[in-house]
């Protein structure tokens, strides 16, 4: 079983949909969860942190996550065709030093206007 | 924002020669940078961690001799794919990680060697 795994899609929405993607992990220990956006031949951007269990919002986005289910979520709200991309989570058991983070496959997301 | 280039955004070489790829951080100082490989459709897989002034952490299966990281100073580190062969050819990803320890992501270098 791989650490972090994430439905490659693809995904394809009309626009103003609600978009959910998601990931599980096999490592308790992780204990930030990251989302990342990268568009098509670039490196990814952050998009958005949690550390253990609970909720985030910021704008359209909110990410969750279950601990107890290792189950992590990112939601995108009136979703545009600039979200078009892929979205990557990805996780460590702590932050920064030489802590590496465990990504997925990603997620590629199209957004149809 | 914090701002991470890198440089070439793209090489072409043939089988056998080297090939140095640039990192740096434009707006901050980075102690710590890290290598990513990114084969299509697959997920960033950490090559090695480069500590500047000191020798790069590799991780298990990458070769250090292939791979060479040279973190010169505190906004550049390179990565060098010596004698580099078609299956090599990859996406490679570089990061910085400024003081609050978060990691900000190069572009990316596409490499296809011939």
């Known amino acids: 079983q791989k650490e972090v795994e994430q439905d490659p899609g693809p995904l394809s929405v009309p626009e103003g949909a609600i978009v959910s993607l998601n990931c599980t992990y096999s490592n308790s220990a992780f204990q930030y969860f990251m989302w990342y956006r990268q568009y098509s031949r670039k490196g990814p951007e952050l998009l958005m942190y949690?550390?253990?269990?609970g909720n985030k919002e910021d704008g359209r986005f909110t990410a969750q996550v279950d601990k107890s289910s290792k189950y992590i979520s990112l939601f995108i709200r009136d979703s545009q065709p600039s979200d078009s991309a892929t979205y990557l989570c990805a996780m460590s058991s702590s932050w920064g030093g030489s802590e590496k983070l465990v990504f997925g496959k990603g997620t590629k997301l199209t957004v149809n206007p | 924002g914090a701002v991470v280039s890198q440089h070439p955004s793209w090489v072409i070489c043939k089988s056998g020669t080297s090939v140095k790829i640039e990192c740096r951080s434009l707006d901050f100082q980075a102690t710590t940078m890290f290598w990513y490989r990114q084969f299509p459709k697959q997920s960033l897989m950490l090559m090695a961690t480069s500590n500047e002034g000191s020798k790069a952490t590799y991780e298990q299966g990458v070769e250090k001799d292939k791979f060479l990281i040279n973190h010169a100073s505190l906004t550049l580190s390179t990565l060098t794919v010596t004698s580099a062969h078609p299956e090599d050819s990859s996406f490679y990803i570089c990061?910085?990680?400024?003081?609050?320890?978060?990691?900000?992501f190069g572009p990316g270098t596409r490499l296809l060697v011939l």
């Open positions: 949690t550390y253990s269990s």
């Open positions: 990061s910085a990680m400024d003081i609050q320890e978060t990691q900000y």
